[in-house]
């Protein structure tokens, strides 16, 4: 009996070998990713998707197992980053905490703003709260981890406590902490969001498709967090399967531009295609900056006037970018840039009045209109024929 003993100890009833011990550490730290993106992140806090009442509350349960967090107490707090992002009532921000603290103090962060009850009482609205939720979950939160430590144990013997331990601190590490740092700190983005968040990889597999942070922050209610033909997001992937299976159903996902052959009327179908891709629009508008930029300092090399090509050539990185996004030196960089070429001049001019546009709500839709009319025939009479032929694209927004 004690040998029986020893024996489930150290193999547990699974009895796996150690790399089919890992194997199943990893798929089921993976399904923990899949319930953060899928369940709490897409579903319950931008309502993207509607969820089956099995699927959900199967994401509910093994969540409560294998982080302790609460769904209502998760949305609240990723609510409040998307309304105070970057700000100093931003929860996890490290633009203003500071990187390494998110990095490797996101979870103290988050366990610290769920003790706030403004952001609860604010931002919680529309989450589970069935008798499930204030009986067990809210009220036994360690009780779920803790069963999972017994079950880890009892499938894998004694190392099923370190496959626990790996469980434990998944979350912490590559949500609290890679993506709400991270992704705020450093990679690509494709489009210039208000916020400092950013794409850092173009694959989302490891953390479910999170790491198209950028993407996420300018289609905030979209369940599809991929955008470019490049990108995969293993988080829609699954999304498209459970769809399939009739356990869910998505109600929203990012636009996409379709542009009309033969179109050269600006009407209202074409405002209104503009501006539901107005992202994508000011996004194409930044390439067409940067291979302008490129052009002028390939010019300004070949004539040898090295003085004003390394004042351009200092600024290649950054010139394409907001004038919001800009520093101070940078700022003041400018004329200096204007002063050497007035056709970078009229792509900024150009662009900062197309980006006002957004942010004019009191105008109606025929003034909107009249004033898209009026900036198309302004970049088609410039004689800069990149002007001219994103005018000519604008025109077939449909």
């Not at 009780?143 to 079950?151: A, D, E, F, R, Y």
């Not at 970078?344 to 980006?355: F, S, V």
Request: proline residues 3%.
């Amino acid at each position: 009996m004690l040998n029986s003993s020893l024996d489930f100890l150290g193999n547990g009833l699974l009895r796996l070998s150690w790399w089919q011990i890992i194997l199943s550490a990893l798929a089921m730290t993976h399904v923990t990713i899949i319930g953060v993106t899928v369940y709490l992140h897409r579903c319950q806090a931008h309502r993207a998707l509607d969820l089956h009442p099995v699927a959900s509350h199967f994401f509910r349960l093994w969540l409560w197992m294998t982080t302790g967090m609460l769904t209502g107490q998760w949305a609240a707090i990723h609510r409040k980053h998307h309304a105070k992002c970057e700000t100093e009532e931003d929860p996890h921000s490290p633009q203003t905490r500071g990187f390494w603290k998110v990095l490797l103090e996101g979870a103290e962060l988050y366990r610290a703003e769920a003790k706030n009850e403004e952001t609860m009482r604010k931002f919680s609205h529309g989450t589970p709260n069935d008798w499930m939720e204030r009986n067990v979950y809210s009220k036994y939160p360690i009780l779920g981890i803790s069963l999972m430590m017994v079950i880890d144990v009892a499938l894998f013997g004694i190392v099923g406590l370190s496959v626990w331990a790996i469980q434990m601190i998944w979350i912490p590490f590559w949500a609290a902490g890679v993506v709400n740092g991270l992704a705020h700190f450093w990679g690509y983005r494709n489009f210039n969001s208000a916020d400092a968040s950013t794409n850092i990889f173009p694959w989302g597999i490891l953390i479910g498709g999170e790491e198209l942070h950028n993407n996420h922050h300018t289609y905030a209610t979209s369940a599809k967090m991929s955008n470019k033909w490049f990108e995969f997001d293993i988080g829609w992937m699954y999304i498209r399967i459970l769809s399939a299976f009739r356990l869910a159903k998505v109600k929203k996902i990012a636009p996409t531009p379709r542009l009309s052959t033969g179109k050269l009327v600006l009407d209202q179908d074409t405002l209104q295609a503009v501006l539901a891709n107005r992202y994508e629009v000011m996004a194409s508008y930044g390439k067409a900056v940067k291979r302008a930029y490129r052009q002028e300092l390939a010019h300004l090399k070949e004539v040898g006037a090295r003085e004003k090509y390394q004042v351009m050539r200092n600024a290649r990185s950054w010139f394409h970018k907001e004038e919001s996004g800009l520093d101070e030196p940078q700022k003041r960089q400018l004329p200096q840039i204007f002063a050497n070429s007035q056709k970078l001049r009229t792509y900024i001019e150009l662009r900062n009045e197309l980006a006002s546009m957004w942010e004019r709500s009191n105008a109606s839709r025929d003034q909107l209109l009249t004033q898209l009319q009026d900036w198309c025939h302004r970049a088609e009479q410039s004689g800069i024929k990149a002007l001219q032929e994103f005018a000519m694209r604008l025109r077939r927004y449909a």
